[in-house]
T-cell receptor
């Protein structure tokens, strides 16, 4: 079974600065997907960014980018120019590439605080 | 409304009672999922379904029952609720095929078992 570990229960960053959230995972599979989800106080789960394991290039979505290190099984999220609206819980998640029936395996989350 | 909806949004019940949480999606997605979210655990998969009448257990299925008679609906039943089932429950759906098949989440149901 796969496991996902987020070692930072809480992170704090000044508005407009850059913050990196850590995620490591354990799997014996070679093909899989990794995701970062944002959960604001509204509880809605929002997909922030995804990475296909077979792609070496790191994914980028506007101010959000990842550092994907497949050999190290590491998948960190970098948020540049932090904004107050970025304050939320962030979850790292893993899914096998075996097909759509595979559920997501989540980490325990990192609570991100943005200091004005 | 288009998308994925859950009802009720909040529910308080007592130990031993049967509770059903509803999930409805309008995209005709093949796959549907139920997760529970607890402090310190993130989200954990309870059950999933690949199509109507096809369901399977996830990581934490004990105490739960699911059915899927129609593609768009995936109810989750707690046959005899326990306090340990107090949690926030999320339903999700995704399409099938090649690619990462993004899972779309409902707004969640907060269940309290007294």
């Amino acid at each position: 079974a796969q496991t996902v570990t987020q070692s930072q229960p809480e992170m704090s960053v000044q508005e407009a600065e850059t913050v990196t959230l850590s995620c490591t995972y354990d799997t014996s599979e070679s093909d899989y997907y990794l995701f970062w989800y944002k959960q604001p106080p509204s509880r809605q789960m929002i997909l922030v960014i995804r990475q296909e394991a077979y792609k070496q290039q790191n994914a980028t979505e506007n101010r959000f980018s990842v550092n994907f290190q497949k050999a190290a099984k590491s998948f960190s999220l970098k948020i540049s120019d932090s904004q107050l609206g970025d304050a939320a819980m962030y979850f790292c998640a893993y899914r096998s590439a075996g097909g759509g029936a595979d559920g997501l395996t989540f980490g325990k989350g990192t609570h991100l605080i943005i200091q004005p | 409304d288009a998308g994925i909806t859950q009802s009720p949004r909040y529910k308080i019940t007592e130990t031993g009672r049967q509770v059903t949480l509803m999930c409805h999606q309008t995209w005709s997605h093949s796959y549907m999922f139920w997760y529970r979210q607890d402090l310190g655990h993130g989200l954990r998969l309870i059950y999933y379904s690949a199509a109507a009448d096809i369901t399977d257990k996830g990581e934490v299925p004990d105490g739960y029952v699911v059915s899927r008679s129609k593609t768009e609906n995936f109810p989750l039943t707690l046959e005899s609720a326990t306090r340990s089932q107090t949690s926030v429950y999320f339903c999700a759906s995704s399409d099938w095929g090649q690619g990462y098949n993004e899972q779309f989440f409902g707004p969640g149901t907060r269940l309290t078992v007294l």
